[in-house]
């Protein structure tokens, strides 16, 4: 099974997930919850996997969340991936958080992160602001698994088995004004439940933006489970964003503020050190970050090094985007 790995970073190649797997693992977490297990009732490798799970005691979900019976939901075939889902473990202990400190094992740490209640304001240049409850917002979209890439400027990657809907459908909802031109996102701001945000030198909260046509295209996708699941904490719950073109700082999380605006939303990273890290963040082998390569990435859960693809893979979808727009800095 791909939810656990019993030594070294190796995934033999038969461990790709499907639906099937998503609702036998469903079925075995609702029958664990009930109490009711018999050990031979489920396949061996669920249990050992639950089991390690439980041994390195990473949540893969957030216990209890009122949103659990929308998941799992259909994958969308449309989004190819040529490499291994990364392991859910693997991802879940392996994550960029600030908001609860600059460490690889965040996932500790972002289980203080209340995500009920969980309001999300849609305001600026729309027809009418609103604040929307995060579970009336599930009702209101349509949910779908994507299989993506997620590559992070640290020169990391992981395949991803997010759930969620959309950004334009969201851009539907909240009915911008014909002169917004970004749609500017922003995390919370806590630092009394944030430990992380006690660290004055960052510019909390978290934002990022794109343009109104990066909104519209078919690849942004509000993230709100992982793995068949409401997605843990550590992810970014209840709801992040998904750019699987753009390296991984872009795909904010905890998204508690949507805005529509004319101005070009100034980023997390660009107001730290926009040397390094702009507006753009396309992917791109070729662009050195001031520091180090970016021509290949370490693959997650395998000890592969595979050259880094422009575009991370998906230009088909998204080249069109930056056709003319030579004088701006795309990939950093
Ligand atoms: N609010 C918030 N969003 C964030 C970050 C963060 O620190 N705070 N880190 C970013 C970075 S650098 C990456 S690589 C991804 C990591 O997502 P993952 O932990 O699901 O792999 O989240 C991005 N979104
Ligand atoms: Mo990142």
């Given at each position: 099974m791909f939810y656990f790995r019993r ?8 461990q790709a997930t499907d639906e099937a797997i998503f609702m036998s693992r469903r079925r075995f977490a609702k029958s664990l919850a009930a109490g009711s297990i018999l050990a031979t009732a489920a396949p061996a490798a669920l249990i050992a996997g639950s089991g390690e799970a439980l041994a390195k005691r990473v949540p893969l979900t957030v216990e209890g969340d009122p949103s659990a019976d929308l998941y799992p939901v259909i994958r ?9 889902i990364?392991p859910a473990e693997?991802n879940a202990s ?17 289980q203080?992160?209340?995500t009920r ?21 599930l009702?209101?979209?349509?949910l779908?698994e ?15 088995p997010?759930s ?60 709100t489970g992982a793995y068949g699941q409401p997605m843990a904490k550590?992810f970014?719950a ?95």
């Amino acid at each position: 099974m791909f939810y656990f790995r019993r030594k070294g970073w190796e995934v033999p190649d038969s461990q790709a997930t499907d639906e099937a797997i998503f609702m036998s693992r469903r079925r075995f977490a609702k029958s664990l919850a009930a109490g009711s297990i018999l050990a031979t009732a489920a396949p061996a490798a669920l249990i050992a996997g639950s089991g390690e799970a439980l041994a390195k005691r990473v949540p893969l979900t957030v216990e209890g969340d009122p949103s659990a019976d929308l998941y799992p939901v259909i994958r969308n075939p449309r989004y190819k991936f040529s490499r291994e889902i990364t392991p859910a473990e693997i991802n879940a202990s392996y994550n960029n958080f600030y908001e609860f400190g600059s460490h690889k094992s965040v996932w500790k740490a972002a289980q203080d992160l209340k995500t009920r209640p969980w309001m999300v304001k849609v305001d600026g240049m729309v027809e009418k602001p609103f604040d929307i409850a995060i579970d009336d917002l599930l009702k209101q979209v349509r949910l779908e698994e994507r299989v993506y890439r997620h590559r992070c400027v640290e020169a990391w990657s992981m395949v991803v088995p997010w759930s969620g809907f959309p950004l334009a459908d969201l851009v539907k909802l909240a009915k911008p004004l014909g002169k917004a031109k970004y749609v500017r996102f922003e995390s919370f701001h806590d630092s009394g439940m944030a430990s992380g945000q006690k660290a004055f030198w960052y510019p909390w909260p978290y934002t990022e933006g794109v343009t109104m046509a990066e909104a519209m295209n078919e690849l942004p996708f509000m993230v709100t489970g992982a793995y068949g699941q409401p997605m843990a904490k550590q992810f970014g719950a209840p709801l992040r964003l998904a750019l699987p073109w753009k390296y991984g700082f872009k795909h904010i999380k905890s998204i508690q503020r949507v805005t529509f605006t004319d101005q070009r939303p100034e980023t997390f990273w660009e107001k730290l050190a926009a040397r390094e890290y702009g507006f753009w963040a396309n992917v791109n082998p070729e662009v050195t970050h001031p520091r180090w390569s970016q021509a290949t990435e370490r693959v997650l859960g395998s000890q592969e090094r595979v050259p880094t693809q422009l575009y991370n893979g998906y230009g088909e979808f998204v080249a069109s985007l930056y056709e003319g727009m030579k004088g701006e800095a795309l990939f950093k």
